[in-house]
């Protein structure tokens, strides 16, 4: 019985000590202290020895049992450890590494040009609002002082979705839905995408952006549109800017002018920026044509207004210095995040 103990302690230890995997140690775990298994199998064989022999032999088997598990335990930890520490080697972070950076995207010159130009509005006293893109021929035109057989409409030819539905060829038709409404007084400023059916070039799109103000209250006057885009042109373009309204024509303005600022390069001096001149145009304007007033229900006689248009890309090709459209539209990364 001694030896039959002493062998199973041996090979037990042997066994232990050879195992390379948890899986290892369990299945020895099993064979020897298991149900089945040899040193369980020797307690089950006490019956056959001799009683005076008992309590020694049992003394032994519980020894053997305990160094046989003591080992196990031993070597399970040791396992389970040198298996944690491969792991975190495996898993180890290199802080010196340069982070992944996300790529955000930027905001196009046109949104910036026309948040600087909302803000400057919306200070004065402004609503921003919208209008459709898709218009009736009556708001983009006929509403606004240009009937039918009118020049001004082979001007601003446009895309057709049937005869009497279009794309709108300027943000001056929102000035009819803001009127339609019947809420006075008007102060709003409106813009949007506008659309003609002109080829691509350095200066022109068949799709751009303009934006549109109206005004209409009592007492309207010229100067109120003098002081107003004035004061415009020196919040947008500087403190020193000038000024000046060279008399124009458009149908739904009467009278009507479009508006030149200095040159923010030179200073009036003259520059290839501005062509020599010293002027910069920007946008066009004027009193708002009583019929026009009239045609979206307004009393002409107890109100007077005036309005102002301007392209949104003109603004920020003059803002930003950049000498053509066409790069507005690339969306080039490289170019839109110099701004
Ligand atoms: N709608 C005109 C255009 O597209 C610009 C314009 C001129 C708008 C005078 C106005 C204005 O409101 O008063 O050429």
Redo the contacts with the bound molecule.
């Keep these: 019985m001694r030896e039959k103990l002493e062998k199973i302690r041996e090979q037990a230890l042997a066994q232990i000590a050879a195992s390379d995997a948890l899986e290892k140690l369990n299945e020895v775990r099993v064979n020897i202290l298991g149900k089945k298994g040899e040193l369980t199998a020797v307690l089950k064989s006490m019956k056959d020895v001799a009683p005076e022999e008992r309590p020694k032999i049992g003394q032994m088997v519980n020894e053997t049992r305990e160094e046989i598990e003591k080992s196990l335990e031993a070597a399970m930890k040791k396992m389970e450890r040198a298996v944690r520490e491969a792991k975190m080697k495996a898993e180890v972070i290199d802080v010196t590494l340069p982070a992944k950076k996300n790529i955000i995207g930027h905001r196009h010159p046109c949104t910036i040009a026309l948040e600087e130009v909302e803000r400057i509005f919306v200070g004065m006293g402004y609503e921003v609002v919208e209008g459709p893109e898709v218009e009736k021929d009556y708001y983009n035109f006929e509403a606004l002082n240009i009937p039918a057989d009118h020049p001004a409409k082979d001007e601003q030819d446009t895309f057709y979705i049937t005869g009497d539905i279009l794309l709108r ?4 038709s929102t ?1 009819i839905h803001e009127m339609e409404k019947g809420r006075l007084p008007i102060r709003m400023l409106a813009p949007g995408r506008v659309f003609r059916s002109d080829e691509v070039d350095a200066t022109h799109s068949p799709s751009f952006h ?1 934006v ?3 005004v209409v209250d009592k007492n309207i006057t010229f100067s109120d549109l003098k002081g107003t885009l004035a004061e415009y042109a020196r919040e947008l373009f500087g403190e020193e800017t000038k000024v000046k309204f060279r008399p124009h024509h ?1 149908p ?2 009467e009278p ?1 002018a479009e508006m030149d600022v200095t040159c923010f390069k030179c200073g009036g001096n003259g520059c290839r920026f501005c062509k020599g001149s010293g002027w910069i145009e920007i946008l ?3 009193m708002v044509h009583p019929h026009v007033l009239e045609m979206s229900g307004i009393d002409s006689e107890t109100y007077t207004g005036f ?3 301007m392209g949104l890309e003109r603004i920020a090709l003059l803002k930003y210095e950049i000498d053509d459209m066409r790069l507005l539209y690339e969306n080039d990364v490289r170019f839109l995040k110099q701004f």
Excluded: H, K, M, P
């Design positions: 060829t300027q943000t001056s000035q303009q549109e103000g109206l458009f739904f303005t009507s066009g304007c004027g309005a102002f248009g």
